[in-house]
């Protein structure tokens, strides 16, 4: 079967930087996408990486390098605000995504 | 750019009463659009695949004659949960892809909460 892995739950402290690691077991991989979800709202996009390489959006980067098995997404000068469920999703050869749990993220002061 | 609605963003249904979810893509056209559903705490789970002129696709597991959707246009599909029951309050989110668009990315609607007493 396919299936994401993540953590269930991260616990960080504000101004700091924290990583959430994803890995799949996917038939096939044409992408991978993170995204935010805040408590009883609809996920929003944060990025999708295809290529290895880093992709940067204000404080928050996703890395991917299949050949080194990196796949993570990194969260610096963390604020409050920042206090969501992380959702890594992969598309699979068919273009399907396949979905992670999530991973709820704990800011604190 | 890339936004899509969903209305009623949150609906009370008795039992057995039926309830229809509408999905728009306001500025784009979505030739795909997908229905999920999330249970608290869980992660979302994809009910269907609409195309736009024909018949939705549905993941195992999903009754298609109790989740009627339809995507007759390139703007709009809507899911009618028909007979609903206790067990389908959840929160029902759809998202919408255009070919058109960068990276392919799927952009989601606000979500609509369904509740079933």
């Known amino acids: 079967g396919q299936n994401i892995d993540q953590p269930t739950e991260m616990t960080a402290t504000e101004g700091a930087i924290v990583q959430i690691n994803c890995t799949y077991q996917t038939s096939g991989f044409n992408g991978l996408f993170w995204y935010q979800q805040h408590a009883g709202e609809a996920p929003t996009f944060l990025s999708y990486n295809v290529l290895d390489g880093l992709e940067e959006k204000g404080r928050f980067s996703s890395v991917l390098s299949r050949t080194k098995g990196y796949r993570y997404l990194l969260l610096k000068e963390l604020q409050m605000k920042d206090s969501a469920s992380y959702l890594c999703a992969v598309k699979d050869s068919n273009y399907q995504l396949i979905w992670g749990a999530g991973t709820k993220l704990i800011i604190k002061p | ?117």
């Open chain 2, 1 to 117: 750019g890339a936004v899509v609605s969903q209305h009623p963003s949150w609906v009370i249904c008795k039992s057995g009463t039926s309830v229809k979810i509408e999905c728009r893509s306001l500025d784009f056209q979505a030739t795909t659009m997908f229905w999920y559903r999330q249970f608290p705490k869980q992660s979302l789970m994809l009910m269907a695949t609409s195309n736009e002129g024909s018949k939705a696709t549905y993941e195992q597991g999903v009754e298609k004659d109790k989740f009627l959707i339809n995507h007759a246009s390139l703007t709009l599909s809507t899911l009618t949960v028909t007979s609903a029951h206790p067990e389908d309050s959840s929160f029902y989110i759809c998202s919408a892809r255009s070919p058109g668009l960068e990276s392919n990315e799927q952009f989601f609607g606000p979500g609509t909460r369904l509740t079933v007493l």
